[in-house]
């Protein structure tokens, strides 16, 4: 009689075939091989309840080689994990039916290609690029650091929660984990346990054709405790590395596993096994060699199901009624904090939240958008304390450090701050700030507009995953001057803007700085990039001027034709919404009528009824001109085809600012001379 830990681990590898081989589709060598270490985390350690998948005190699993999804799905199908709506609530079906495994890789299945957060509870995060799962794991794993330093107090430890993350040797390769691992190295995270799959396989063959490295040694000089499992099929071994980590206290750890690619089939050992079904004949021989039988499918042996829901399920079930029995107690303790976290678990914010925004007078001279911001983001740290966050090493340039008293710096012996040092490491910081949205905090991330390339990959997961990370960006355009066009950005605006589900503002004056944050704060499921300025954009007089809360439908009238009959639409935004107004000035002095429309954000714009955007833009006047220190792609949609689009449609140059907006055309005189030529030519006159 096999023993239930084989016959629990040779299921999760029959499952795994089975929904790949009826797919046609997938990548069955890694669960094959890792499926055992697997088994050995969810049933003998992983403080996980399957009844209440979304516990804040669990144990955290990411599956960072997320091309082995089967491998997740066959586990909470077979630990019966329940499923969480929208809402947070806990239904009463299963996350991962066994229908669910049969349309592995269909339309609308629970069970995708890659693990998606949201679609599927049990999902911690979204992988699918390789090295997000781990570098996302940071992130949880200092969020859990803060969470303790915060909430826990004597006789109550609400959170001590630890983060495990399997990764392949793709992973390794991708340098998001490099970045990732360093700082995890540096914060001493003990709490952070990675899983490195080392099968030695990759799609173009193996590994030593191209990785040869000692990632062991790579990870002892990062600061990691390493151990090493030789056989990813001994249990005891997998079982001896776990109880390595949790005596680790003051390093994160590194298991090296060595695994077998395909272990059992045909094709081990083989880059054969990595990306495609074993076809049914390799998979009842494989069945063969596990003692499982060839010709069933989906078959789940008598007794699997109620071993894991005495091991896993119970587990969970006694953990997770323990910590709630001691919130109860907390709650009469520390009222105030308890509040807290039920806000952080709803993602909803303290009472008053924005009631002492600051308010900037008009003035010529005006201020920097960065340096607005950063007064916004003081005011809303001081009224939000889980909102937190750093840069890439440019807090000083994007003024994102929180200053006020207490505010405190996230170190390894003080992790209760709430300003976050990330290093120059921008790929890593978006990804680690997903982790902190991941576990609820409301985390903020900064750098240069220029280098959101590096950090794109990560900025589109938090799209995709729908979660309220923010992501600031300033040097906004050609306006960093002498930099360069190294460091001059054209092309990011548009980029960022072709990002479903991203909210991109880039605001006018000190006053649209206020309405942006007031706006992104209270965003539950959606992520938003702000861009703004290092030069001193002017604060509008809103006495003459529409008041800036008109930023919230993304685009508002901001000056309009005395009669409210524009001979032509001015549309900008950020420093050009100033330009666009001077401009109005001397059109006006031509007799022609002027309509400035700011612009802030797209994507809000056009969620408006078609009634209000045709209000601000009335489809009767077609002589439009669009003004950005970007690339003009995309604002063909607003100008139209008659239209013209003062930007950018080269690099910049290095150059002081004026000399820059010159020879580019960002000129109020260039500006109404695009105006009038549309005016001109609609009234078929000569200009």
């Known amino acids: 009689m096999t023993d239930l830990d084989t016959l629990s681990v040779n299921t999760i590898r029959g499952l795994c075939m089975d929904a790949i081989q009826q797919a046609e589709s997938g990548h069955p060598g890694t669960p094959m091989g890792i499926a055992p270490v697997a088994y050995t985390l969810w049933q003998r350690f992983l403080r996980f309840d399957p009844r209440d998948p979304i516990w804040p005190n669990r144990d955290r699993f990411v599956l960072s080689e997320g091309h082995a999804s089967a491998l997740l799905w066959s586990l909470l ?36 290609g890659h693990p998606e957060y949201r679609w599927t509870s049990g999902v911690e995060t979204t992988t699918g690029p390789l090295g997000q799962g781990v570098a996302t794991s940071v992130g949880m794993a200092m969020a859990g650091r803060w969470l303790a330093a915060r909430y826990n107090k004597e006789g109550f430890e609400l959170f001590d929660y630890d983060v495990y993350a399997l990764a392949g040797d793709g992973c390794m390769m991708e340098g998001v984990s490099s970045e990732a691992a360093s700082l995890a190295g540096h914060h001493g995270l003990s709490n952070l346990c990675w899983i490195y799959d080392s099968n030695r396989v990759t799609i173009e063959g193996h590994t030593d054709i191209t990785f040869t490295e000692d990632v062991a040694a790579r990870f002892l000089a990062y600061g990691w405790n390493v151990t090493t499992v030789s056989d990813a099929n001994d249990l005891d071994a997998a079982a001896r590395a776990f109880h390595s980590f949790h005596a680790e206290t003051e390093r994160p750890t590194l298991i090296l596993v060595h695994s077998h690619i395909g272990y059992g089939s045909p094709v081990e050992d083989s880059p054969k096994a990595h990306g495609a079904p074993f076809g049914a004949a390799g998979v009842r021989e494989t069945k063969r060699f596990l003692g499982m039988p060839p010709d069933e499918t989906f078959h789940i042996p008598d007794g699997v199901r109620d071993w894991f829901d005495r091991g896993i399920g119970a587990r969970g079930a006694e953990l997770r009624g323990a910590w709630e029995k001691q919130l109860d107690a907390y709650r009469a303790a520390w009222p105030a904090l308890a509040d807290e976290l039920d806000r952080i678990q709803r993602r909803e914010l303290p009472d008053g939240w924005d009631g002492d925004l600051p308010d900037f007078p008009a003035d010529p ?31 000083p340039s994007t003024k994102t450090r929180l200053t006020f008293g207490g505010a405190g710096d996230f170190q390894p012996d003080e992790p209760s701050g709430r300003n976050l040092h990330l290093g120059i490491r921008e790929h890593a910081a978006a990804a680690v700030a997903n982790g902190m949205a991941l576990t609820k905090l409301r985390p903020y991330w900064s750098g240069f507009l220029i280098f959101s390339d590096y950090a794109k990959a990560a900025i589109r997961l938090s799209a995709l995953m729908e979660i309220p990370v923010i992501h600031v960006f300033t040097h906004d355009s050609i306006g960093v001057g002498e930099d360069g066009p190294t460091h001059q950005p054209v092309e990011q605006l548009a980029g960022l803007r072709a990002m479903p589900g991203l909210l991109v503002f880039r605001p006018c004056d000190a006053g649209e700085v206020t309405e942006t944050w007031r706006t992104v704060t209270a965003l539950r499921r959606e992520p938003a990039a702000l861009v703004l300025s290092r030069q001193a954009l002017p604060t509008l007089d809103r006495s003459r001027l529409a008041p800036a809360s008109g930023l919230a439908q993304g685009a508002y009238v901001l000056a309009d034709a005395p009669d409210g009959q524009p001979d032509v639409i001015l549309m900008a935004t950020g420093s050009e919404v100033s330009l666009a107004l001077s401009a109005r000035e001397e059109l006006a002095g031509d007799g022609i009528a002027a309509r400035v429309v700011s612009m802030p954000c797209w994507e809000l714009f056009d969620r408006q009824p078609k009634e209000y955007r045709d209000r601000v833009l009335p489809p009767a006047v077609t002589a439009r001109v669009g003004v950005e220190q970007a690339s003009a792609f995309g ?6 085809d008659r239209g013209i689009v003062i930007g950018m449609h080269t690099y910049g140059a290095s150059a002081p600012l004026k000399h820059l907006l010159t020879k580019f055309g960002f000129t109020p005189e260039r500006v109404a001379q695009a105006a009038r030529e549309l005016v001109a030519e609609r009234q078929g006159v000569a200009v």
């Not at 609530?89 to 069970?111: H, M, N, P, W, Y």
């Not at 604002?635 to 139209?640: I, L």
């Open 77 to 112: 199908h077979l630990t019966g994990v329940r499923a969480v709506d929208p809402d947070y609530e806990i239904l009463g079906r299963a996350s991962v039916t066994l229908d669910d495994l049969k349309s592995f890789r269909q339309l609308d299945s629970r069970c995708p």
């Open 635 to 640: 604002w063909d949609r607003y100008v139209g």
């Open 365 to 395: 001279k005006g201020i920097a958008s960065r340096d607005s911001s950063g007064q916004v983001l003081n005011a809303l740290a001081q009224k939000v304390p889980w909102l937190l966050g750093g840069s890439a090493d440019l807090s």
